[in-house]
């Protein structure tokens, strides 16, 4: 366990911070005239540290007896890389999961749901978060000295407004994608936003 845990978070680090440790150590080298590292290796890819700390979670939970191993590739792959909230979050356990991962059931009228609320909350982002966000932009870009209080307070509801939707309409879309892949997600969801 502690192997399978210390090489996802030696991938993380590699990828979080190796592009960092390169450019210091490309800074420091520049100075006494030594010889750099290869740009290629100062920006590696960004890795998505979910993606990490839920395989630990699976890891433990294995080992820890929580759950039994999954025998499946593809069940497994489908617990480790499912995007709908491994892009926005929290980290799920696989322990809380395993069972709807076993279970999955597909209907044609859940799936409807899902799309319904996928475009719910892209219609959130976009018409209404990215709209929010040219005025908000355009008064924060101003000098200070330049806007009036009206011009403020309008920023700040813009701006306000426009973090509201952006996070509700990735909310909502997440949890769009998460129904079609899985309506029996509907049943556990409890999420309102």
Request: charged fraction near 15%; hydrophobic fraction near 50%; glycine fraction near 6%.
């Amino acid at each position: 366990m502690w192997l399978a845990v210390g090489l996802n978070l030696g991938l993380l680090g590699y990828f979080k911070y190796a592009g960092f440790l390169v450019h210091n150590a490309n800074s420091v080298l520049s100075r006494i005239g030594g010889k750099q590292f290869s740009r290629s290796t100062s920006h590696p890819a960004t890795w998505n540290f979910f993606f990490t700390f839920q395989g630990s979670t699976y890891v433990s939970d294995v080992y820890y007896r929580r759950v039994s191993a999954q025998n499946s590739l593809l069940k497994f792959a489908m617990y480790k890389s499912f995007f709908p909230q491994l892009i926005a979050g929290p980290i799920v356990r696989y322990r809380d999961v395993a069972d709807q991962i076993s279970e999955r059931m597909v209907t044609l009228e859940l799936f409807a749901s899902g799309v319904e609320r996928f475009l719910i909350g892209l219609a959130k982002k976009v018409l209404i978060a990215n709209t929010l966000a040219v005025p908000a932009d355009a008064l924060f870009a101003l000098p200070i000295h330049e806007v009036s209080t009206v011009q403020a307070w309008l920023a700040i509801v813009c701006y306000t407004l426009q973090i509201y939707f952006d996070f509700s309409g990735y909310s909502d879309m997440a949890i769009g994608m998460a129904g079609c892949l899985d309506s029996s997600f509907w049943k556990t969801s409890t999420i309102h936003i």
